[in-house]
């Protein structure tokens, strides 16, 4: 019986041990369920707000371009939209001395937009610094440029990059306002 006696004690005290071991598992598991749950572990993922929030800027962003760009005027066709130009002319003829050369060249311009008055408005607001911009560009052609092919279109269309660049620069805006450089008047003597 002795031996008896001695075993349940010791049974007792493995199932003590072994409930105490369970409970302070139990505890701890808890524990860290609770601190998780707590600071947030289990709600949304910090992506899916991040990504809302780049889409808000997004948006707010495609707001002030739509605010900056103006309107296009335009004209009612029967069958289709179409864009009315509007044009600008400079009256003062921009004169330029040819490089090498003791010629001299007059070029009369005028500018085409889709954007009507808001745009024209500001080209005669910046004109002086158009003027220069443009005359800087003049001083820089020679006899041999005179002569090549296709001089004048590829003056037109540097003239309106150095126009857009001017406008750009007072204006601060991210389009072209000026659609076309043309020649009224183009005399070399």
Known sequence: MAEVEEESPSKGGLIKIILIVLIVLLVAVGSALGALFFTGFFDEKEADAAEEAIAELEAEIEGTDAMQMPETVSKDVVEEEKFKPTYKDFPQPFVANI???????????????????????????????????????????????????????????????????????????????????????????
Request: aromatic residues 10%; without cysteine; hydrophobic residues 45%.
């Open 99 to 189: 490089v090498g050369s003791r010629k001299v060249m007059q070029v009369t311009l005028a500018v085409m937009t889709y954007y009507g008055e808001k745009v024209t408005t500001k080209v005669d607001e910046h004109e002086f610094a158009i003027r220069s911009a443009v005359l800087d560009r003049l001083r820089l052609v020679s006899e041999a440029e005179l002569r090549e092919e296709n001089f004048r279109r590829d003056l037109q269309e540097e003239l309106a990059l150095i126009m857009n660049e001017t406008l750009e620069q007072f204006e601060n805006y991210n389009f072209a306002a000026i659609e076309s450089v043309y020649f009224i008047g183009f005399v070399v003597q």
